[in-house]
């Protein structure tokens, strides 16, 4: 008797059949995947060098805009990263 768990994967892979990657494909997400988190390091550190200096000058208003800024940024470059992955995934291999 399978447990609900091998049910529901069962199904999940008649609905969405899980994509085998070539070496090629793995190896062009992994680099993808180390750009991208070096271009959020990069905006990260600039943007909480500038959070650090707005905080010094006593500056609330600059220092809620730049929060904001680094999430919106966050979540661009996320949504890059998925898109760019989502590219190779559906290259053939």
Same mark, same amino acid.
């Given at each position: 008797?399978? #447990?609900? @768990?091998?049910?529901?994967?069962?199904?999940?892979?008649?609905?969405?059949?899980?994509?085998?990657l070539?070496?090629?494909?793995?190896?062009?997400?992994?680099?993808?995947?180390?750009? @991208?988190?070096?271009?959020v390091?990069?905006?990260?550190?600039?943007?909480?060098?500038?959070?650090?200096?707005?905080?010094?000058?006593?500056?609330?208003?600059?220092?809620?805009?730049?929060?904001k800024?680094?999430? #919106?940024?966050?979540?661009?470059?996320?949504?890059?990263?998925?898109?760019?992955?989502?590219?190779?995934r559906?290259?053939? #291999?």
């Amino acid at each position: 008797m399978k #447990s609900a @768990y091998e049910l529901a994967m069962e199904r999940l892979n008649k609905s969405s059949p899980t994509v085998k990657l070539s070496a090629a494909q793995k190896k062009e997400l992994a680099e993808i995947d180390s750009l @991208y988190a070096s271009k959020v390091a990069e905006r990260d550190i600039f943007l909480k060098d500038e959070l650090t200096k707005a905080s010094a000058k006593g500056d609330w208003e600059a220092v809620e805009q730049i929060e904001k800024q680094i999430v #919106s940024e966050k979540k661009t470059l996320a949504a890059e990263l998925e898109e760019k992955k989502e590219k190779v995934r559906q290259q053939k #291999s």
